[in-house]
């Protein structure tokens, strides 16, 4: 468990750039224009083998009647796409902090400088009138702390899921 705790405590500022990247992608959203799902539809090939039955091509009538609502669908499934990463971030993101502000004693503070405000832990041993050691000491027992919260967090999601 603790790798799991110390790999969100690494990518914890990835997370929080990705989330953000998430939500302006969402707020602004336009999809695949009309032009791009047209040139998109007009020069894909057909699988398989093809044989011709007259000397009209149907493509341009077919990409006509279905462009727009395969446009819409396909739209629509990027943006619930899009939708559900960042809620499902944002939920990560959201029990990590709130798992670290659950910290007792001073831990709270110190892991959130560490990892929230990503101080050194030179800055945090000035910060703290702590050493280095000290700061390793403190770590240790907030992921030991981390890993409690969090093994009653996915309890009590699976005893959701399954009730």
Known sequence: ?????????????????????????????TGISETEMIDSMYFNKPEGERVQTSGVSEKTANIAITYRKKMERINK??????????????????????????LSGNLSEVITDMVICGLTWDDLSFKYHISRTMVAKYRKKA?????????????????YILS
Not at 16 to 21: I, Q, S, Y
Not at 77 to 98: G, M, N, Q, V
Not at 143 to 159: K, Q, S
């Open 77 to 102: 499934e990027w943006r619930e796409h899009l939708e559900k990463k960042y809620a499902i971030i944002s939920e990560e993101i959201l029990f990590f902090e709130s798992a670290i502000a659950s």
């Open 143 to 159: 992921i030991r702390e981390l890993e409690t919260l969090y093994a009653i967090h996915d309890r009590e999601m699976a005893e």
């Open 1 to 29: 468990m603790s790798e799991r705790i110390e790999k969100i405590m690494k990518e914890y500022p990835q997370m929080v750039m990705e989330r953000t990247c998430l939500e302006n992608q969402l707020r602004n959203f």
